[in-house]
């Protein structure tokens, strides 16, 4: 699936593939997160995404270390897995 020679092709691959690895989570806590707190949830996802696509773009340029820009991708992320967190806890009768 890679380019033995161009390295720049190579980044756009796998920052695609980087995205596709983490789609499925990321649509398993925006669903249950967004059932206990949908605000929350959705700014969330928005953040995870305007930080994948900053990710990309990052990435795009050729040198993988500018990938890092996009690493904020993970507050959206915490955010929605501290919704589903509360939600299972609600649902479990501790809080």
Not at 9 to 16: I, T
Not at 44 to 68: E, Q
Request: with cysteine.
């Amino acid at each position: 699936m890679y380019h033995k020679t161009n390295d720049h092709f190579n980044c756009y691959q796998r920052a695609h593939q980087n995205t596709l690895e983490n789609y499925p989570q990321f649509l398993f806590l925006l669903l249950l997160g967004g059932l206990y707190n949908p605000i929350v949830s959705a700014t969330g996802g928005a953040v995870w995404c305007i930080g994948r696509i900053v990710y990309a773009l990052g990435y795009y340029t050729g040198d993988p270390k500018n990938r890092v820009k996009g690493s904020f991708a993970y507050f959206g992320l915490f955010a929605m897995l501290y919704c589903v967190i509360r939600l299972a806890t609600g649902l479990l009768g501790w809080f």
